[in-house]
């Protein structure tokens, strides 16, 4: 069954410190790879996603992903986080063809950053 | 361009009462989606359509109904309100073509709560 699995429901990291966040994917296929972020009462945002060619993705607010096929895994890092960071991400696959089909999510991690 | 926009941002049902999101996108977008997002569960699909005049289910469409009858809007109705149906529902759009596999654009979010 096709599946994203974030294992971390929620990470505290210092602002400044660095940041990994965790995404494993069940697919039949290389899918498409998003990550978005949601801010508290606000919509999903997409920060950045991985359709082919480059394995290293760079996306907005500083985000860069790396897609590692033999993984499985599309993690999400940032080498410095800011306090505006704190949010839910979510990690999302979608079919690598142009089907309607609609994305799926994974449950999402809760990003807390301490001063 | 407004995006996906989405009408009420709140709102509070009584079980048994019926309602309509309403979801508004002027992207010329031919895709669409309604999810629900409860909390530690990620988004979970409802309601799709590939165009005007054609609606599929999703993963949970129990309890709901859609219509698409212009590329515009994808109202989902609520017939007899459930306290399960207490959640945060979005709206996205995607376009067809190449180019663009799979990215879908959000809407703000509906806050309904069922009592």
């Known amino acids: 069954a096709q599946s994203v699995t974030q294992p971390d429901i929620h990470i505290t990291v210092s602002e400044g410190a660095s940041l990994e966040l965790r995404c494993n994917y069940s697919y039949g296929a290389t899918p498409y790879l998003f990550w978005y972020v949601q801010s508290p009462g606000q919509g999903l945002q997409l920060l950045l996603k991985y359709f082919s060619g480059d394995t290293l993705v760079q996306g907005i607010k500083g985000f860069e992903a790396e897609f590692k096929r033999s993984q499985s895994s599309f993690n999400l890092r940032k080498p410095s986080v800011h306090w505006s960071d704190a949010a839910e991400y979510f990690c999302a696959v979608g079919p690598p063809n142009q089907a309607g089909t609609a994305l799926i999510f994974g449950k999402g991690t809760t990003l807390s950053v301490s001063s | ?115």
């Open chain 2, 1 to 115: 361009n407004a995006g996906v926009t989405q009408t009420p941002k709140f709102r509070i049902l009584k079980i048994g009462q019926s309602m309509t999101l309403q979801c508004t996108q002027d992207m010329n977008h031919n895709y669409m989606y309604w999810y629900r997002q409860d909390p530690g569960m990620g988004l979970k699909l409802i309601y799709y359509s590939v165009g005007a005049g054609i609606t599929d289910k999703g993963e949970v469409p129990n309890g709901y109904n859609v219509s698409r009858s212009t590329t515009e809007d994808f109202p989902l109705r609520l017939e007899l309100a459930a306290p399960s149906q207490t959640s945060v529902y979005f709206c996205a759009s995607r376009r067809t073509g190449t180019g663009n596999p799979n990215e879908q654009y959000f809407g703000p979010g509906t806050r309904l709560t069922v009592t």
